[in-house]
Every structure is written in structure tokens, then in C-alpha cells.
């Protein structure tokens, strides 16, 4: 007994058929396309003879007939193998489309009430409003942040104000010494 998955067949004798085996095989294949020529040509040859001796008041037969087959077909596709006949499956998942009128499409556009928000979408929203009143309020200055921040630019700005002052101050009193050391400098010159 070979190990594993697969056998190896190195090393094993070949087998042959046989001449006498092959010989049969070729002659069943034979006889079942003879045999199925000739039920082929029967029912053609029937077939035309059926037709032939139908006249014009037997069409409504042949209809009746077409129409016997038609539904010997139906019940044939109806008749499944094994439980399959008896279960009726329907997929619940399948979105079984309905033709509607325009009429009645109008009148229910007309009378429908909008539709209801998810919680998250109603929280999404929310938020959104809420996210814009804060803004609003922010650019009046009415939050207690605003108000920081506008206490802070007010501190800023009266920095700001008192550095400028300090550097005129600073600019004035460098020009007043230049002009001192310059009237001081023509004086000892005059002299």
C-alpha cells in the first residue's frame, strides 16, 4: 500500500487493453449510432406523415396539440427532482419591483411626511447647529473663550501701545542729544 496523497508508478508492470476489448468497445459505439439514426429518421418520417393529412379544418388540432406540448413542457420545468418540487423558495433579500402609476405616485408625494432621521444622523445634525450658534456667538464676543481671547489682544495692544511710545520717547531723546552734542560741538569751535 503506497503512503501518502498520491501513488507513484514508477516501477509498477503497465497494463495493455486488450485488442479483443477494444474490438467490443468499437462495435457498442457502432450499434448505439446506428441505433440512434434510425430512431432519428423514425420520428422525422412520422412526423411528416402526421403533418401531411392535416387540412385546413384540422389546424385547430395541430394548435390544440402545440399548445398540449407547450404545457407538458411547463409541468416538466415544474417538476423538479427530489424536495426541491415540494419547497418554494423565495429570496427575502430579492426587491420585487412593482409597476406604479403616476397618479397614485403623485398623491403619495404629495401626502408623505419627510423622512426619519437615524439617531446618528439626528446627533450628526445637532452637532452641526450647535457647531454653527458657538461660532456665531464666538464672532460677538459672548463666550467666556471670546472674551479671554479679546482680554488677551486688549493686554497685546496696550503693550504694543506702550513699546511705540517708549521707542518715540527713546527717538526723541537720541535727536534732542545729537542736537546738544552738535550745539555743544559748534560752541567749543566758536570759542
Known amino acids: 500500500m503506497p503512503r501518502g496523497k498520491w501513488t507513484n508508478h ?12 477494444l474490438e467490443e468497445q468499437r462495435k457498442r459505439e457502432e450499434q448505439e449510432r446506428n441505433w440512434k439514426k434510425n430512431n ?12 401531411k393529412p392535416a ?13 398540449s406540448e407547450s404545457e ?7 417538476n423538479k427532482k427530489g424536495v426541491a418540487g415540494l419547497i418554494q423558495i423565495d429570496n427575502p433579500n430579492r426587491r420585487q419591483l412593482k409597476a406604479k ?6 398623491e403619495t408625494l404629495d401626502t408623505a411626511e419627510p423622512a ?4 446618528r444622523e439626528r446627533e450628526e445634525v445637532e452637532r452641526q447647529r450647535k457647531k454653527l450658534h458657538y461660532q456665531k456667538l464666538q464672532a460677538e464676543g459672548k463666550t467666556d473663550e471670546a472674551r ?6 486688549a493686554i497685546i495692544k496696550q503693550q504694543r501701545a506702550e513699546a511705540a511710545k517708549k521707542r518715540e520717547d527713546e527717538k526723541k531723546e537720541k535727536e534732542m542729544a545729537k542736537i546738544q552734542k552738535s550745539a555743544e560741538t559748534q560752541r567749543a569751535l566758536g570759542k
Open 40 to 51: 432519428r429518421g423514425d420520428d422525422e418520417s412520422s412526423s411528416e406523415e402526421e403533418e
Open 55 to 67: 387540412t385546413k379544418g384540422d389546424k385547430s388540432n395541430s394548435e390544440d396539440e402545440s399548445e
Open 101 to 106: 402609476k403616476l397618479a397614485t405616485l403623485n
Open 10 to 21: 514508477k516501477g509498477r508492470s503497465r497494463r495493455f487493453t486488450n485488442p479483443e476489448e
Open 116 to 119: 426619519q432621521l437615524s439617531r
Open 148 to 153: 479671554a481671547d479679546l482680554a488677551r489682544l
Open 72 to 78: 407538458s413542457e411547463e409541468e416538466s420545468d415544474d
